[in-house]
């Protein structure tokens, strides 16, 4: 299998990130998240090991082969929702026009976070998440909801036992927060798809209108001898049992999901 570009605009060079926290978010898990996108600026922590930007770096061997620019996030603003201005049942219209609200620069990209109590059409249903973008504006979106409470069996594994298939014991969750570890794998792997597929013509494979992306060709792989049920080899925190593959920022772990490398033709992970 191989990704193919389509020859479409990608999110090169850089690209200016706000967050629109929709719902109630302690200060605590705003900075779970936050330090994982500080962590994808290779100045951060060149010296840890496995690192974020490591994973990332994947990202870039991307927008190399296609003559485009390195990618930077820089974290421009962040926004708060907590009275849910829209109510706390969106479709996923809703969900685009607050994107395009909390977007006041074009070719950005902002993330719409929805809080524990905030539900959103097809969430669990179809998806855990989802991108969009704004061709005028030349910008994108990405949407992941907090689904502690609605279903982390099927987005928040491998922290919550699995809603289907082999009932395994969950693995710690490197932050100690189940519904915003699982919030951060599902931002990592719609960052990737959305930097290399923002506007349905970069790269991916099979139907444009249901494409496997970077991140989503390789769904449920974090480590090595990944299978259905098992996320595959990771390090573990022994003070607190928590499994992770990455590290960030502030001591941050996380564990981030397997990308399709474009050397290899292999779902890559971040190299223990």
Known sequence: MALTYHNGALLEGALPVSILWYGKFSPVQKSIVVDF????????????????????????????NAGKKE???????????????????????????????ANSKAGGLTLVLTAKDVV???FCMSNCGFHGSNTKRNSAFIWVGNSVNQ????????????MYGPQTAPLGAPN????????????????????????????????????????????????????PGYAGELLVDPSTDASYNALGVNGRKYLLPALFDPSTSQCSTVRL
């Open 37 to 64: 996108l500080l962590s994808l600026d290779p100045k951060k922590h060149q010296s840890v090991q496995p690192s974020v930007y490591k994973w990332w770096s994947t990202i870039q061997t991307y927008m190399k």
């Open 71 to 101: 990618t930077r996030i820089v974290l421009l603003n962040q926004f708060s929702d907590k009275n849910c201005s829209s109510g706390k049942i969106l479709k996923r219209s809703q969900v685009s026009e607050l994107g395009q609200k």
């Open 120 to 122: 959103v059409e097809g």
């Open 151 to 162: 279903c982390p069996g099927q987005c928040a594994w491998p922290f919550h036992q699995p």
């Open 176 to 227: 100690g927060d189940v519904g915003v570890d699982g919030m951060i794998v599902n931002i990592a792997s719609l960052l990737a798809g959305t930097v290399t597929n923002p506007f349905g013509n970069g790269y991916f494979v099979g139907s444009a209108d249901a494409p496997l992306e970077v991140a989503s060709a390789c769904s449920g792989v974090y480590g090595k001898g990944a299978y």
